[in-house]
């Protein structure tokens, strides 16, 4: 080999070839090593868990937020289409809301039982405490910022609805919804059938 014959002239290898020390490789991890990474690892997915655990109840509360804007929407492009008005019905009670394309045989969005429902949501799938509720807030989201009424069941609508026309506009007002740690958005719409929704900060509303 061309490393061993490089050698001074006492005959010394400048390569040394047969001392295995200077190019052994260490593989692996000694047992401690192990220990330590797994200790580490341990550590981080423990404060990340609790970080998780805490800032859950929040955001499963902004994704039935987003479904709620997502179906405002939907409704809204619904009685466009079919120029035909439709309405998102709320049963705070349920924990439920309910789109509907038709008031049936009795003329009346109220008594669902006869309506046409093309989609029901069901809040408490959520969990953490998310449904309807105005949660630690001082007021509601309107400009003017009022005392919310007493007996307030967190739906500002007419008969706890909200209708859109086949011009896309609809009567205005506000949904809550709140979850266990008092968190809570405001959903709404404006006359001209415009969506909103408001974020409370622990002192006012702020748009989101």
């Not at 509720?133 to 919310?148: C, H, K, L, M, R």
Request: charged share 20%; with cysteine.
């Amino acid at each position: 080999m061309f490393l061993g014959i490089l050698s001074d002239s006492y005959g010394r290898n400048f390569f040394p070839t047969k001392n295995k020390q200077y190019f052994s490789v260490e593989k692996g991890l000694s047992l401690v090593e192990l220990l330590i990474v797994l200790g580490i690892m341990g550590i981080l997915l423990g404060v990340g868990g609790r970080g998780l655990m805490k800032n859950l109840p929040e955001y499963r509360l902004k994704s039935a937020t987003r479904e709620l804007i997502s179906n405002l929407q939907k409704t809204k492009i619904e009685s466009a289409k079919n120029n035909k008005k439709t309405r998102i019905i709320f049963k705070t009670n349920e924990k439920k809301y309910h789109i509907c394309t038709d008031k049936g045989s009795d003329g009346s969005w109220s008594s669902i039982a006869d309506n046409t429902i093309i989609s029901t949501v069901d809040l408490s799938k959520y969990k953490s405490g998310v449904g309807f509720g105005y949660g630690n807030a001082s007021f509601d989201a309107t400009i003017d910022g009022n005392s919310f009424p007493s007996g307030f069941d967190s739906v500002s609508y007419s008969y706890n609805g909200v209708t859109f026309n086949s011009r896309g506009t609809s009567g205005s007002g506000f949904v809550y919804l709140d979850n266990q740690k008092s968190d809570v958005y405001a959903i709404g719409t404006t006359n001209t059938g415009v969506i909103v929704f408001k974020k409370w900060n622990g002192n006012q509303w702020i748009d989101e």
